[in-house]
């Protein structure tokens, strides 16, 4: 089993800056890939970013250029830096781990979630 514990969500306003992070912990030999992934009001939850144990990094088209996945293997740490944000990325953010095979993630954990949320 794995656990994601994530944290560094809040309100911020249209323009600013947040970064969340998600510790893992457990059992983490089957993951080979992480990532983050969001619920907006009322909508169905979607894939942000996504990162591979090599570093290859993966984007929606809605956040390229203004959102950043990073990992830290020694702290077992993924991070997702948001910039420029807007109202509309307001959701609850998850983090996830899985795997990453034939171009395609799968993920099979997940954490709380956080909330974060932009005020125009």
């Known amino acids: 089993q794995v656990q994601l514990v994530e944290s560094g969500g809040g309100l911020v306003q249209a323009g600013g800056s947040l970064r969340l992070s998600c510790a893992a912990s457990?059992?983490?030999?089957?993951?080979?890939?992480m990532g983050w992934y969001r619920q907006p009001p009322g909508k169905q939850r979607e894939l942000v970013a996504g990162?591979?144990?090599?570093?290859?990094?993966h984007y929606v088209d809605f956040v390229k250029g203004r959102f950043t996945i990073s990992r830290d293997n020694a702290k077992n740490t993924v991070y997702l830096q948001m910039n420029s944000l807007k109202p509309e990325d307001t959701a609850v953010y998850y983090c996830?781990?899985?795997?990453?095979?034939?171009?395609?993630?799968?993920?099979?954990?997940w954490g709380q979630g956080t909330q974060v949320t932009v005020s125009s």
């Open positions: 990162i591979t144990s090599d570093g290859s990094t």
């Open positions: 457990g059992s983490r030999f089957s993951i080979n890939a």
């Open positions: 996830s781990a899985g795997t990453y095979y034939s171009s395609k993630f799968t993920f099979n954990y």
